[in-house]
């Protein structure tokens, strides 16, 4: 007997309750200030690029030919703000960056007198790394997992050429060019397994830009574009699961942030509202994504309706946020004497997560200068969340209830 179309509907609705997403973790996030080293100026700028799993970070201090490497361990407790830890370059260099931090506290980057050459900084010491191409005297290492491999970049003849630098068993490193798709390239994140993600230039060295993954053993994937006329895309980080987050030029022209998983690209959007700012048809980016964590959220920068960049975080099935709307305004960092006006506080873009559900922040607020002076400036903040939302039920889980629902409702529509 086939069944009503009142016990089809009633069953149809059970089943979206069950498959809809669960309401979402209010989530408040907790700001630290990571401030400057002793000896800078207060009003010095710091950037955040990498974060591990603990909560350290590394960065910069400054900018321009005055920039240096800054790291701020995680304390036992937290707190709302952090004092870098100013890491001068090796003997010979006069200045130094660094991306990303494995879970060791090992940290790559570049160091430079001249030009710049990729290094890597283990147990506080500073190595240069190889390059390939001749008289290749600039680099970059962007990334280092915690077997110690590293991929990043050099640049021969100021084209960019994707590198993986692999230590071997005299302590040091091999270089080995990463296979492209015919051009130039960048090699931006490593995962765990040695997956690898970053961009290659199509067919010649200023060919169209792809984002491709590379597998552990070199074989290369081109994960494609949003759309064909634009033919552009880059992958800036992956997870432990394969999932890959970049950008790509969509329909319209602009950078929107993507995510590549199980082989399929998704446009991940705006922040909602974005499209009521004015020049929004001038815009060049609507989003960017920066980082993905093992919990699947993306992290980034995205256009607000007022024309602002700012940093977001995206979860599935919950869309983009803007960061600034996690952020409580009662939030003790707002009291710090040194804080001019709250209202000038801004979260101008997201660079990392890490598992613990942290994201690592550029913002920018009024430092107080005196009773009715005040001076921008910009810091790295780190937000931590109050609590992780829960994990969500595993489909069998929902499927098994699913079925319980559906059987009970046979039976009543049997009686």
Avoid: C
Avoid at 123 to 145: E, H
Avoid at 280 to 288: C, E, I, N, P
């Amino acid at each position: 007997m086939h069944p009503t179309k009142a016990f089809l509907s009633l069953g149809a609705a059970a089943t979206l309750a069950l498959l809809a997403p669960a309401p979402s973790h209010a989530l408040t996030l907790a700001l630290t200030d990571l401030g400057i080293a002793p000896g800078f100026d207060s009003r010095t700028p710091t950037y955040g690029y990498g974060l591990n799993a603990r909560g350290d970070v590394v960065g910069q201090i400054g900018t321009g030919l005055g920039t240096q490497t800054a790291l701020w361990r995680a304390p036992a407790q937290p707190t709302s703000r952090r004092s870098a830890t100013y890491i001068a370059p090796p003997a010979g260099y006069s200045n130094s960056v660094s991306y990303q931090i494995n879970a060791r506290g090992d940290f790559v980057g570049s160091v430079a007198s001249g030009g710049n050459l990729a290094g890597v900084n283990r147990g506080g010491t500073w190595s240069t790394l190889p390059a390939i191409g001749a008289g290749a005297s600039t680099g970059r290492g962007y990334a280092i997992n915690d077997a110690g491999t590293i991929v990043g970049q050099d640049l021969p003849g100021n084209y960019g050429f994707p590198l993986r630098w692999v230590p071997n068993a005299s302590g040091g490193y091999a270089a080995q060019r990463l296979t492209g798709l015919g051009g130039g390239g960048i090699a931006a994140d490593i995962n765990a397994s040695g997956q690898m993600v970053g961009a290659s230039n199509v067919g010649v060295l200023l060919g169209p830009s792809h984002a491709v993954l590379w597998q552990a053993g070199n074989t290369v994937t081109d994960l494609g574009v949003l759309d064909a006329t634009w033919n552009h895309s880059t992958a800036r980080a992956l997870n432990d699961a394969g999932v890959v987050v970049g950008t790509s030029r969509n329909a319209a022209g602009k950078l929107e942030a993507v995510r590549w998983s199980g082989g399929t690209m998704a446009a991940l959007g705006g922040i909602p509202g974005w499209q009521n700012y004015p020049f929004a048809a001038q815009a060049d980016t609507l989003s960017d994504a920066l980082d993905v964590n093992n919990l699947g959220w993306v992290v980034g920068r995205a256009l607000r309706a007022d024309g602002q960049m700012v940093g977001f975080l995206w979860r599935e099935g919950l869309g983009m946020v803007d960061l600034n709307t996690l952020v409580s305004p009662t939030d003790p960092w707002f009291a710090g004497s040194d804080v001019f006006n709250p209202n000038g506080f801004l979260i101008t873009g997201a660079t990392a997560t890490n598992d613990n559900g942290q994201i690592l922040v550029s913002a920018r607020y009024n430092y107080r200068l005196g009773p009715t002076n005040a001076w921008q400036v910009t810091h790295a903040f780190l937000l931590t969340p109050d609590a992780l939302p829960p994990v969500p039920e595993p489909a069998s889980g929902v499927l098994l209830a699913l079925g319980a629902v559906m059987l009970a409702l046979r039976r009543r529509h049997r009686a």
